[in-house]
Nanobody, 123 residues
């Protein structure tokens, strides 16, 4: 069964850092583009970052470019989101997602989803 399990969320002050992890099953990880999305309270789910299944191609939303870095470790079947210089507007539930196609920035393109992990940035 394909599963994605996020971890690493928490409470951090403005300017701080967090690293989110998404552990996946082998069947999900191999050949799968992985992405991170987030959903703030009362808002729609939005794209944050994505990485191709080879790891050679990445994409970021403009709001996180230069602050967040997505990466994947095939040996551990895990994708990471390193978040630096966090801002209060980064506060949201962060979701890991995957799909067997090229990098996409729309949530509807992704077929595998984790349960989400809360990130709260205090001012």
């Amino acid at each position: 069964q394909d599963q994605l399990v996020e971890s690493g969320g928490g409470l951090v002050q403005t300017g701080g850092s967090l690293r989110l992890s998404c552990a996946t099953s082998i069947r999900t990880f191999t050949g799968t583009t992985m992405g991170w999305f987030r959903q703030a309270s009362g808002k729609e789910r939005e794209f944050v970052a994505a990485i191709s299944w080879t790891g050679g191609d990445t994409s970021y939303d403009d709001s996180v470019t230069g602050r967040f870095t997505i990466s994947r470790d095939s040996a551990k079947n895990t994708v990471y989101l390193q978040m630096n210089s966090l801002k209060p507007e980064d506060t949201a539930v962060y979701y890991c997602a995957g799909h067997r196609a090229r990098i996409g920035v729309t949530a509807s393109q992704y077929e595998y989803w984790g349960q989400g992990t809360q990130v709260t940035v205090s001012s």
